[in-house]
């Protein structure tokens, strides 16, 4: 399975000032008579500040490079440039390739990399990307068979400028995958701590014919001062689920974000003690160990889950959803104490 995460934008105003300097003039010792003055006219009108117009519309563009691409995921900014990853079809119906597209202006796309082994062999899905590492690093899963039976583990590519691509290895521990275990990175985000990708890692019990019987997922967290070498640095607490179950649960790390003083906070889903999906937040201060914050019934009600998170306004601000149906957002001063905003 996979996990489309929405994001959000946080605007960011601010306000300029002036300042009018009064300046005095001295007082005679003898005044024979008072000076007479005058006052110019005071405007009654204020000449108009301009105001930047507002987009009202939107317009679908780039139709020429996106089919037959399923979906973009998520997108960066590198230098003035923008990047956008996803995945296609590719050529066979049980496989897929990863996809990058760039544009100078936002109206104009073009497809990079489109042939290259990196993002063509085996399975590929780019979930993620973020300025950093050698240029561009992007985030998904994969797997490097080429035959139906290629399972997914999590995967990380790195590119100077998006027109050619280093993929990871495999290594089940750092990865995941192997027997009885598989992983997917969701999100990207480079830090002052080095690059840090969120996600999960599922581990499956089978029985003696090979059948599912239990999967225990684990938010998850992987750290990298390249792109290219990762470690797998952390897992909270597993929450185990019938594999009948599995499609339709969440419970991983979303997104990543990065305070002035170097505090991370992360947000996504877990469990609670009845197995509904709750809105999640975890604190770290280097990204190798992560604290899980305690919400509350009131914040975290059941059927909610984080998508995104940015440091805006007076603090951190998350979005996500409630009930599955309604957009929600969260708003927390320090990463610790939240607040339901809607």
């Known amino acids: 399975g996979w996990l489309v995460a929405v994001g959000a934008a946080i605007a960011v105003f601010a306000l300029i000032g002036g300042f009018v300097w009064l ?6 010792d003898i005044v024979e008579e008072p000076p007479v003055t005058t006052t110019a006219p005071v405007p009654t009108t204020v000449a108009p500040v301009p105001v930047p117009s507002m987009v009202e519309s939107w317009q679908r563009v780039g139709d020429d490079v996106m089919e037959p691409v399923v979906g973009t995921f998520d997108m960066t900014v590198v230098g003035s440039r923008l990047f956008a990853v996803g995945f296609d079809p590719g050529e066979e119906d049980f496989r897929q390739n990863g996809v990058i597209l760039a544009s100078d202006d936002g109206v104009n796309w073009i497809r990079l990399a489109e042939d290259d082994p990196a993002l063509t062999r ?13 240029g561009i690093v992007a985030v998904g899963v994969g797997c490097e068979d080429d035959t139906e039976q290629c399972a997914w583990h999590a995967t990380a590519w790195a590119s100077v400028d998006g027109t050619s691509w280093t993929r990871t290895p495999e290594d089940a521990n750092v990865f995941g995958g192997g027997a009885n275990q598989t992983s997917l990175m969701v999100g990207v985000t480079d830090t002052s701590h080095g690059l840090i990708a969120t996600g999960s890692v599922e581990y499956w019990t089978v029985d003696d014919e090979r059948a599912p019987t239990l999967v225990t ?88 889950a984080m998508f995104d998170v940015a440091l805006g306004g007076h603090g951190y601000v998350a979005v996500g959803t409630a009930a599955g149906t309604n957009a929600a957002i969260w708003q927390s001063p320090d990463g610790r104490t939240w607040i339901r905003a809607n």
Request: glycine share 14%.
């Open 23 to 28: 300046v005095s003039g001295t007082e005679s």
């Open 122 to 134: 085996g399975d590929v899905l780019m979930n993620a990307v973020t300025e950093g590492g050698p």
């Open 217 to 304: 997922i684990h938010p998850a967290a992987w750290m990298s001062v390249d792109g290219i070498t990762w470690d797998r640095v952390w897992e909270d607490t597993g929450f185990s689920v019938d594999p009948g179950e599995f499609s339709d649960t969440r419970v991983l790390m979303v997104s990543v974000a990065e305070g002035p003083d170097g505090q991370l906070v992360a947000v996504g889903t877990t469990l609670d003690e009845d197995g509904d999906s709750i809105a999640t937040v975890w604190t770290s201060g280097d990204g190798r160990q992560w604290d899980r914050i305690e919400l509350g019934s009131a914040v975290a009600t059941v059927g909610t």
